[in-house]
């Protein structure tokens, strides 16, 4: 909690900004006597079971609307606006504009704050509504036990432990999903990579692993998008009594740069009898396949390519002779 010091460009509020986009929070402005109110809703917002529905980011004052998916497993959702003077009209499946006497619950109405909770909400596609006259932000979470994990991992694996939660940039991947519980879904069918502003990045589609049912993952290999571009994964299948349901991840991500390879040897120097077979080691971290050239005395002898997982390589000087074969030998690796 801070104040904006009267300037919300000033780089320090636009951080707090950034913080709550990629961690699917939102940033409140208020007057110091409204703190106990968002306070309240706060404290009604931590729940166990709170699912990520939409998280957008809108830069401009605008009218638009959104579709909201909710299917059998969803209790409850509530809806969030973050900006100058916020509306927000819902329209459930039946096409009937909701009353707010009758229908759903206001949380939090403030000047720059429009918080409503509709509880055991009609199946079906829901039109949401929103206005507001300046940038603002939309959060939409529900109640429900259906959730999932993931991970990336350039081969499919039906264990999260061997995937990476991040997927490395420049690098094809697979995203491997786990399903929290398999019963409440009949198939999930496809993944998105949506962007902070709504803007779908990457759209895959998902098959269920032969060996694990609650395991998923992408048909084919894709290409991440670029390390400064966060993203949320939403997940879209059909639930358990044939509706359909979507989630979003608990958080934004990103891709990361891999680091260069780190080489090491045992010793700078070695002595070796003449015909007598010898191997020179050397000892690589990568987190990415790579290329080992060996040289001598600058001159190239061999060159091999090697998955990441392979952390020592060797060269086998098969009979050493004094002229030919003393010198010094470079070890030279780089990443794929």
């Given amino acids: 909690m801070t ?50 529905l939409l998280v957008i980011d809108n830069i401009k004052r605008n009218k638009q609307n959104y579709t909201l998916a909710v299917d059998s497993k969803l209790l409850e959702f509530t809806i969030s606006v973050s900006g100058a003077n916020p509306q927000v009209i819902l ?30 909400p009609m199946i079906g596609q829901w039109q949401i509504q929103v206005t507001s ?12 036990r259906l959730i999932f994990r993931h991970g990336f991992s350039s081969n499919p694996v039906t264990d999260l432990i061997r995937t990476r939660r991040q997927p490395m940039q420049g690098s094809l991947t697979y995203l491997i999903l ?9 198939n999930a069918e496809q993944i998105e990579l ?3 502003f709504g803007n779908v990045l990457v759209n895959e589609t998902i098959q269920e692993s032969p060996f694990i049912p609650s395991f998923y993952s992408t048909i084919e290999k894709f290409q991440p998008p670029l390390h400064n571009s966060f993203f949320y994964i939403r997940l879209t299948g059909i639930d358990s009594s044939g509706h359909r349901f979507q989630r979003l991840s608990s958080t ?15 010793i700078n120097s070695i002595k070796i009898r003449s015909n007598n077979p010898a191997k020179i080691q050397c000892h690589i971290q990568s ?14 002898l061999s060159i091999s390519n090697y998955s ?12 050493p002779r004094e002229i030919n074969d003393e010198g010094s030998y470079i070890c030279n690796v780089t990443s794929a």
């Fill in 252 to 266: 934004a991500l990103a891709s990361y740069v891999p680091l260069k390879p780190v080489v090491n040897i045992d």
């Fill in 3 to 52: 104040g904006d010091c009267g300037d919300q460009t000033h780089i320090g509020y636009q951080i707090f900004h950034k913080i709550a986009a990629t961690s699917s929070g939102q940033v409140f402005t208020l007057h110091k006597q409204q703190v106990s109110e968002i306070l309240n809703f706060v404290q009604y917002t931590i729940q166990t079971r709170k699912v990520n």
């Fill in 133 to 144: 006259s300046s940038a603002h932000s939309i959060r939409i979470t529900g109640l429900s």
């Fill in 287 to 300: 987190q990415l396949a790579y290329q080992v050239q060996w040289l001598r005395n600058g001159q190239l």
């Fill in 194 to 196: 949506i962007d902070l």
């Fill in 91 to 120: 329209i459930d499946p039946s096409k009937k504009t909701l009353n707010p006497r009758d229908w759903f619950t206001r949380l939090l109405r403030l000047k720059e704050v429009y918080i409503l909770n509709v509880k055991h």
């Fill in 308 to 319: 990441a997982d392979i952390t020592t390589v060797e060269y086998l000087i098969d009979q």
């Fill in 178 to 186: 786990e399903i929290s519980n398999k019963d409440d879904i009949r």
